[in-house]
């Protein structure tokens, strides 16, 4: 069993940047495929960012890729977000969720393992 919590959204400006955290319990964490996903006001739940379970394979959907670095400290069993360049239309509940296989998650999000509660990410214009 794996519980995710995800932390650092909030409130920035157009142009700024914010790092998401997802810390994992559990001790088989560093055997999890790692991904972000974000569901905006009306939208579906759509995908973000992967990363392997060495964290030595990145995958990113294009609307943040250049933007967006996933990264993970399995000694922490924490995944992160970097998000910098913010637009607007990244506003979202962004989740950290975890599976068994990498593309799994790059085809997500159905039938994802584990799900956190998500954070909200505002950018104002």
């Known amino acids: 069993q794996v519980q995710l919590v995800e932390s650092g959204g909030g409130l920035v400006q157009a142009g700024g940047s914010l790092r998401l955290s997802c810390a994992a319990s559990?001790?088989?964490?560093?055997?999890?495929?790692m991904g972000w996903f974000r569901q905006a006001p009306g939208k579906e739940r759509e995908f973000v960012a992967a990363?392997?379970?060495?964290?030595?394979?990145?995958y990113y959907a294009d609307s943040v890729k250049g933007r967006f670095t996933i990264s993970r400290d399995n000694a922490k069993n924490t995944v992160y977000l970097q998000m910098n360049s913010l637009k607007p239309e990244d506003t979202a509940v962004y989740y950290c969720?975890?599976?068994?296989?990498?593309?799994?998650?790059?085809?997500?999000?159905?039938?994802?393992?584990?799900w956190g509660k998500g954070t909200l990410v505002t950018v104002s214009s």
């Open positions: 969720a975890a599976d068994d296989y990498t593309a799994a998650i790059v085809a997500g999000p159905y039938g994802m393992d584990y």
């Open positions: 990363i392997s379970w060495s964290g030595g394979s990145t």
């Open positions: 559990g001790r088989t964490f560093s055997s999890y495929a």
